[in-house]
């Protein structure tokens, strides 16, 4: 599918970016990949292992709807990975997150459709499913223009879709390098926000995985969510750490007990898959496609009213052997 295809990632010198590039250039045979941020010192440190005569590096930002302009001409694919994703930071710095987490994703839609992009994916999270932070509210707005750009595309070919997941086991931030971290410099406990605290899991290869997949499945103004284990922060840090005791430090500025990724108020627009769900644009386009039958040919079913996807009440919970494979997972790939 990406084969002979130019595919640009925003943000692409982030944890998702690496692996998306090791993944396609193991799996497929790309005219050209684009890594567009605003980092050089991270592009050039991701240059020296990713270095292909088909990899471009260009710097800009996602507020430079010009610049993205410039780097999206002939490009097919695209996936927006760029965001300010720190909750507290977010809480103190609002109008920064809005520029580029809003204002920003505007720039992409507005970019891929003068360059006739073919599909853009633009990455979300489980915290703009009922949003109570900044950052979560940010993406909700995000994932709305998104969904909403599939009305604006008149005779051009571009398609729009969301792809929404919880936390990437070993992302830069995540809490098993930080539980890790704390541990080498010789920790006496572990701290933890809450005892009840829940998070939704995932692997960066199983997110990659999974836009790949969406990228062929999209009809366009989807928001896909994959069925993924959940666990207790507490569980996590006691395999981790089996013999030191927890601090309860109290929730952050903007953080949740539990996190949601199909709020029980979309339950009318929810499709469950054998594997993922599908949330359905709540408005009308022009054309609707067909939800229920995706273009591979998997059939999605209606959930019952009032389902909620959480990670509180999800029925796939990690047990001490799939956390200790998750922390593995975890602390390879933050090195």
Known sequence: MLNNKTILITGGTGSFGKQFVKTIFERFQPKKVIIYSRDELKQFEMAQTYNAPQMRYFIGDVRDQARLMQAMDGVDYVIHAAALKHVPVAEYNPMECIKTNIYGAENVIHAALAANVEKVI???TDKAANPINLYGATKLASDKLFVAANNMVGNRRTTFAVVRYGNVVGSRGSVIPFFQKLLDNGATELPITDARMTRFWITLQQGVDFVIRNFERM??????????????????????????PTKIIGIRP????????????DSHLTLEFHDHFVIQPSIAFTTRPDYKTNNIGEQGTPVETGFEYSSGTN?????????????????GAAE
């Open 122 to 124: 633009a990455l979300s």
């Open 219 to 244: 009809h366009g103004g989807e928001i896909f969510v994959p069925k993924i284990p959940s666990a207790t922060v507490t569980a996590l840090a006691n395999v981790m750490a089996p013999t030191l």
């Open 254 to 265: 903007g953080e949740k007990l539990h996190e949601v990724m199909c709020p029980m108020d």
């Open 315 to 331: 029925k796939e919970v990690l047990d001490e052997t799939g956390l200790r494979a998750l922390v593995k997972l975890g602390l």
